[in-house]
């Protein structure tokens, strides 16, 4: 499973799933180009932390529902590290409402940073991979890639976009030495997922342990959460040799969510 040598950028890798992912990927021996918002002293400590295993670590702050940001962002990985092997395309953001009050603006926000966003770097970073005969791009979908739930258009109409971006890119890379796979988690514990367990709680006057039994309870036959290393765990399968004809695939890693 050894990454030594390999360079991998993770986008929204400042918390929840990309952190996992940035972490699985350099114990692996990868080193990391880290992306997200966060608070600078954090990102710091974030990049000691993941320089102290012993792999180089930078960190851009991009933007990625923007086209520029994610071109800047890949000739940063390349510049730094003089190649960018690994990309994962991990940021993502939430809104939850109904079709007919959803915000125009939050639409737009959804769309860009968890579909567009995925384009814009992939689009990037193909040439360098393909340059170099070798890539793994992994796309970090959702259950809500394969079903839906109420309220969540926007999140749900990305992530079925980024499982069409997936197979097209798989497609089109098949003899590149480049694959193309997405991981669709069901419930992770993260951030993006308290934020939802919280307005729960207030909206039904529940303690937030009994918003996630329901939470779970709703979606997934296992009643317990993936972990953000689950899903580096994953991630580091699909950048194996083991997995080099796998491609253009979801991955679920769900607790049984999608096979309902
Ligand atoms: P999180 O909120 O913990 O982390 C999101 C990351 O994305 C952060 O690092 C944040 O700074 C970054 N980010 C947000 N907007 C950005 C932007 N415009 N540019 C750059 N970075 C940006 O969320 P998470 O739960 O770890 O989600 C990560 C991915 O996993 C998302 O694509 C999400 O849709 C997906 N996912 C999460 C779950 C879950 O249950 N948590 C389930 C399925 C899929």
Redesign the pocket.
Known sequence: MSLAGKVALV??????????IARALAGQGASILL????DAAVIAALQAEIAATGVGVGYC??????AA?CAAMVAQAEREFGRLDILV??????FVSSVENFPMEQWERVI???LN?AFYASKAAIPGMKARGWGRIVN?????GLVASADKSA?VAA?HGLLGLTKVTAIELANAGITCNAI??????????E?QLNARAEREGISVDEAKRRFLAEKQPMAR??T?EQ?GAAAVFLCSEGAATITGIPLSV?GGWVAQ
């Open positions: 986008t929204g890798s400042t918390s929840g799933i990309g952190l996992g992306n997200g918002f966060g702050g991009a933007d990625i529902g923007k940001d395309n991990n940021a993502g953001v939430q860009s940073i968890n966003g970090i979908a959702s259950a809500h999140y992530k669709c988690p069901g419930w992770v514990l993260t951030p993006l997922v934020a959460f993936t953000p899903i769900d």
